[in-house]
Structure formats: C-alpha cells, structure tokens
C-alpha cells in the first residue's frame, strides 16, 4: 500500500482536507494522502530532510529511506522479476 503523509502546509501550517485533496490532484496522486499533525511519523521514519520517503516493509521494517528510485520500489514489489 502507497500513502503520503503531510506535515504542514508551505506556510507551516497544518494540512486540512482541502490542501490535501488539493495537492494530490495537482500531482495525480491516487493513494491515500494524509496529515500528520505534530511530525510523528516523519520523526519514526523520516531522514531529517524534506522531501523524504520511507519504504516500509512487513512489520514496519524500513527498508530504504531518504530518495528511494522508483526501481527499487519496483524490486520490492515484485522481487522475483
């Protein structure tokens, strides 16, 4: 499963529905997209930088943090290809 998850708006703020909604349409994204009030998860997962991805595996296990090339998402997804 696929989600984003936003700390704050360009100006600090929290997200509300509408910038969610809003940015996922601007980018096409077609996954969940959530806030995150307070950073919490980006401080579990997150590198310190901004933008960042974290890759998780079975059982929250990261498998790869910080740039994550859409390849190595894909070698995850379907390892025996």
């Given at each position: 499963m696929f989600m984003a998850v936003y700390s704050e708006?360009?100006?600090?703020?929290?997200?509300?529905?509408?910038?969610?909604?809003?940015?996922?349409?601007?980018?096409?994204i077609q996954f969940p997209v959530m806030e995150d009030?307070?950073?919490e998860i980006y401080w579990r997962f997150g590198t310190g930088s901004l933008p960042s991805m974290t890759l998780l595996g079975p059982g929250m296990e990261v498998l790869e943090s910080g740039y994550v090339a859409p390849n190595a998402v894909e070698a995850y997804l379907y390892p025996d290809e």
């Open positions: 708006t360009d100006s600090g703020a929290l997200p509300t529905t509408e910038d969610l909604s809003g940015w996922a349409s601007t980018y096409g009030p307070g950073s």
